[in-house]
C-alpha cells in the first residue's frame, strides 16, 4: 500500500509532482481506461495486451466473479448469472425496461432501480458496473504503480439525474474517486481537438454495440458546448449482426434454433460482421448440434443491402438534433465518429454522404472517448496548470416539478450550462394548507406521467393562511457532474423550513457501505480500515489544497491572526492524523475546512477581478 | 461573492441593449476560466463549493444577457419596470389582429402539408422579429422610454411563440 505523503508544515507539496488519474468510458458492450502518459494519452491493455474489457460480468455460486473476456465466453452457458449490457439497467425501474422480459435474467424489482438475481445473490446494476470498474481500476493502478488519485468516467449524454448519479455511485463502491463525470462525445471531442486543434461545430455519431448517439457540440477556444442531442437507445452492432443472422436463417433455410445454436450463429454473424470492414466478402460456416453444416458466401453488397434501414434509421435522430441546434449539415466542419460500429463502410458512407463530407476517423473510434476522458482526468487532478483550459458542459434533461393536474412545470430547461441554479415559488391551493408535497422531474413532456420521477418530498410546518398567501421557493442547482440537488423554503411569516433531497435512486452513504459489506464480506475491522485510509487521504488531500492556496495568497489576502488560525488548523488536523479515529479525523477536516471559507472566498473574488481586469487591458491595446 | 452585483458589473461592461456579442462572451469565458470548478477539482471543499456558486452564477448572467429577450427584461428590471408576464395580456387590438393572420397562415400552411409555404413565413417572421429588436434598442439606449419598450418586449414574446409552433409544424412535416 501507497504511503500518504504529507509535506513538513510550511512546505507544500512538490510543484510537479505528478497525480495519477485516468479516463474510464464505461460502455454499455466495452470498457477501457486511459491515461496521459508524457503529455499523450494512451489506452491501458490488459495482461494479454488487450484494450477492451467487455461490460460483461459472472457470478459464482462461491462468490467468485469473472469479468470480461472470460465471462463473455460464458455468456450463453451461464445465462441467469452472466449479465451483459449492465448500463441499460442503471438508474432504471422495471416499468422503464420494456424489453425485460426477453432477457434471461431475474429481475427483482426495488424502489429506484432493478436488481438482478444471481447465484451469488441479488445485485444491484450498481454492483456489477462497479465489478467492471474495479477491474479497471486494478489494471491502472498496476500500470501506473501506485493509488489513483481520481478517475473521470464518461456517460451518455442524454443519461439523466439517476443514470448519472447511479454512475457514480458505482465508481464510488469500487474506490474510485470522480473527479468528474464527464459526456461521452464531450470526451470524443476532447480527444480531438487537442490533437487536432479543432474548432467550429461537429457532430458526435456514436454507434456502439446498442445504442446510437448523435451530439452536436460546438468547439471554441478550449470550450466544449453540446448544442443537442438524440438518439435510439435500441439501435447498434447487435442489430447488425441480427440482420445477419436472418439472412443466415434464411439462406440455409433453417428454423426453430435451439438456444445454443442460435447463439453460435449469432457470434459467427458478428465476427462475419466485422471481417467485412476489410474483406469484401467472407464465408460463413458454422456446425449446428444436430450435424447441420452451415456454408455461405457473404458480400459487402448484400451486407450493405439486408442493413440498410438500419443505416438510415440513423440518420432521422441526426436530423433532428441539427433541427434542434437551428443548423444544417453544411454548418458542421468535422463529423467525430465513435463506437465499434462506425468502422462498417456502408456506415461510414451513408454519414458522409449526409454531412457531405469525409467523417473523421484519424482515432480509433473504439478508443476516442477513453482517450478524451484520460485527457480531462490530467487536468482535474491538476497536472496540467499552464493553459486556459475550459470545458463548458450542459444538463441534457430538463427539469422540473408536478403542479396540479399532473402536469410538469419546467424550472431548467434543457441544454442549460452547468452549473446551473434556478428557483420558482409556488403557492398554497387550500386554505389552512401547512404541508406541500414536491415532486421533482425530468423529461421534455408536458404529462409528470411521461417524465421521470427522480424525487419526492414534504414540506412541512408552512404556517397556516389563506390559499395562495404562502410563498415557497423551490431551488434546483445542478453541479458540475450534472447531478442535482433541491431545497425548498417557505419564506412568509419569517418561518423557514429546508429540505436537501438526494433523489430516491441516490444511494446514501449507508447503503454504499453496506454494498462494500456484503460484496467483500468484510470484517468489522477492514471496514473501520477503510474507513480510517479515506479519511487519511481526505485530509492529505484538503492540506495539499490549502497548503497550495497558502503558497499562492496567503501573505496577501491574510493577516497574522487570520493565517495563525488556518496555520493552526492544519497543525491540528496533522495531528489527529497521527491517530487511528477516524471521526476525529473527519470532524478536524470540517473544522479546517470551516476556518479556511473567509480565505477561499478572497481567493475567489480576487480570481474573478484578474479576470475582469485581464479583459479591459485588452480593450485599452484594440 | 457579491451577488448584489449586477449582471453588466459581473462582465465588466456597460448596461445597454446593444452590447458586443463577441466582447460579452470573452468576458464570460474569462470569468469562468477562473471560478469553474475543473479549476477546483482538487481544492478544499470551501473552494469547491464557492466555485460552483460563482460558476452557477456567471452562467446565469450570461445566459440573461446573450438573449436580446433576456437583455431587455433584465434592463427593464434594473430600472423598476416590471413585465408581470403571467398577467398582464392587454395587447393592442391593432397587435392581435395581426397575431390572427399570422396563425391562420400558419395553420394553413400545415393543413396542406405546405413546406415551402411554411419556410417563407418564417423568414418573414425573422425579419418582422429583427425589426423590433432594432426598435427596441431604440427605446432602451437612446429613447430610455420603458415602457413602452416593455410593451414591445411583451410583443416579441409572442412573436418568438409563433415562430416555435413554425419550426412544430416543419418538424411534424418532416417526421
Ligand atoms: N471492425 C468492425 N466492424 C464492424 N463492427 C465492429 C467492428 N469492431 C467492433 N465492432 C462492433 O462495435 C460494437 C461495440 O462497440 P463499442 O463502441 O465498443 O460499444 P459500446 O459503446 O456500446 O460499449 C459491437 O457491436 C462490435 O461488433
Ligand atoms: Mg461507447
Known sequence: ?622 | MDFNQNFFELFGIAPAYRVDPIRLEQAFRDIQAQVHPDKFAHASDAERRLSMQWATQANEAYQTLKQPLGRARYLLHLNGVELHEETNTAMSPAFLMQQMEWREAIGEAKAAGDVPGLEHLSAKLRAEIAAQQQQLAELLDNDKNFQRAAEVVRELKFMEKLREEINHALEALDA
Open chain 1, 1 to 622: 500500500m501507497a504511503l500518504l505523503q504529507i509535506a513538513e508544515p510550511g512546505m507544500s507539496a512538490a510543484p510537479h509532482q505528478h497525480r495519477l488519474a485516468v479516463g474510464i468510458d464505461l460502455g454499455t458492450t466495452n470498457s477501457l481506461v486511459a491515461t496521459v502518459r508524457s503529455g499523450l494519452s494512451v489506452v491501458l491493455h490488459d495482461e494479454n495486451g488487450r484494450p477492451l474489457l467487455p461490460s460483461v460480468v459472472r457470478y459464482h455460486g462461491d462468490g467468485s466473479t469473472d469479468v470480461g473476456y472470460p465471462a463473455q465466453a460464458m455468456q450463453s452457458r451461464d445465462p441467469h448469472n452472466t449479465i451483459v449490457s449492465v448500463k441499460r439497467f442503471m438508474g432504471r425501474g422495471l416499468r422503464d425496461l420494456p424489453d425485460a422480459g426477453n432477457t434471461a435474467y431475474q429481475f427483482v424489482d426495488s424502489p429506484g432501480m432493478v436488481q438482478l438475481k444471481t447465484v451469488a445473490g441479488v445485485k444491484s446494476p450498481v454492483e456489477v458496473s462497479a465489478d467492471i470498474l474495479r477491474v479497471l481500476r486494478d489494471r491502472a493502478e498496476t500500470a501506473l504503480g501506485g493509488e489513483l488519485v481520481g478517475a473521470v468516467i464518461t456517460v451518455p449524454a442524454y443519461f439523466d439525474d439517476a443514470q448519472r448519479q447511479a454512475t457514480k455511485d458505482a465508481a464510488r463502491l469500487a474506490g474510485l474517486n470522480v473527479l468528474r463525470l464527464l459526456n461521452e462525445p464531450t470526451a470524443a471531442a476532447v480527444a480531438y481537438g487537442l490533437d487536432n486543434a479543432a474548432e467550429g461545430v461537429y457532430a458526435v455519431y456514436d454507434l456502439g454495440g446498442g445504442t446510437f448517439d448523435i451530439s452536436i457540440l460546438r468547439l471554441s477556444k478550449g470550450v466544449f458546448e453540446v448544442l443537442a442531442t438524440n438518439g435510439d437507445s435500441a439501435l447498434g452492432g447487435d442489430d447488425f449482426d441480427h440482420r445477419i443472422y436472418c439472412w443466415i436463417l434464411e439462406q440455409a433455410k433453417l428454423s426453430a434454433l435451439k438456444p445454443q445454436d442460435a447463439r453460435l450463429l449469432l457470434t459467427r454473424a458478428r465476427e462475419a460482421k466485422e471481417d467485412l470492414t476489410t474483406h469484401p466478402e467472407v464465408r460463413v460456416t458454422a456446425v449446428l448440434g444436430a450435424g447441420q453444416l452451415v456454408d455461405l458466401l457473404l458480400t459487402t453488397e448484400t451486407f450493405a443491402e439486408i442493413t440498410r434501414s438500419l443505416v438510415n434509421k440513423t440518420l432521422a435522430p441526426t436530423k433532428k438534433a441539427l433541427r434542434d441546434a437551428g443548423l444544417e449539415p453544411e454548418d458542421v466542419k468535422g463529423v467525430v465518429m465513435v463506437g465499434g460500429s462506425t468502422r462498417m463502410p456502408q456506415i461510414q458512407r451513408a454519414v458522409g454522404k449526409f454531412f457531405g463530407q469525409e467523417p473523421l476517423n484519424n482515432l480509433d473510434p473504439d478508443r476516442v472517448v477513453a482517450l478524451g476522458a484520460a485527457i480531462q482526468a490530467n487536468v482535474l487532478a491538476g497536472n496540467r496548470s499552464d493553459d486556459e483550459w475550459l470545458l463548458l458542459d450542459v444538463i441534457p434533461l430538463s427539469l422540473g416539478l408536478e403542479t396540479m393536474g399532473g402536469l410538469v412545470e419546467k424550472v431548467i430547461p434543457r441544454n442549460s450550462t452547468i452549473p446551473v441554479a434556478r428557483a420558482q415559488e409556488f403557492t398554497t391551493y387550500k386554505d389552512g394548507q401547512t404541508a406541500m408535497s414536491i415532486h421533482v422531474v425530468q423529461g421534455e413532456r408536458e404529462l409528470v406521467s411521461d417524465c421521470r420521477s427522480l424525487a419526492k418530498f414534504e414540506l412541512r410546518g408552512i404556517p397556516p393562511m389563506v390559499a395562495g398567501a404562502a410563498r415557497i421557493r423551490v431551488t434546483f442547482q445542478v453541479d458540475a457532474d450534472g447531478l442535482l440537488s433541491v431545497s425548498a423554503r417557505e419564506k412568509n411569516c419569517g418561518v423557514e423550513a429546508s429540505v436537501v433531497v438526494k433523489p430516491s435512486y441516490g444511494l446514501t452513504d449507508d447503503e454504499i457501505t453496506r454494498m462494500l459489506r456484503t460484496s467483500q464480506e468484510n470484517a468489522q475491522s477492514d471496514m473501520e480500515a477503510r474507513a480510517l485510509r479515506e479519511q487519511q487521504v481526505e485530509a492529505g488531500r484538503l492540506i495539499e489544497a490549502i497548503e497550495a492556496a497558502l503558497g499562492e495568497d496567503g501573505d496577501t489576502l491574510l493577516n497574522a491572526s487570520e493565517r495563525a488560525e488556518i496555520d493552526g488548523g492544519i497543525a491540528e488536523l496533522r495531528n489527529v492524523l497521527q491517530g487511528q479515529n477516524h471521526m476525529s479525523i473527519k470532524d478536524q477536516i470540517e473544522k479546517l475546512n470551516h476556518i479556511s471559507g473567509t480565505f477561499a472566498a478572497r481567493r475567489m473574488d480576487k480570481s474573478v477581478k484578474r479576470a475582469l481586469t485581464g479583459h479591459k487591458l485588452e480593450e485599452l491595446e484594440t
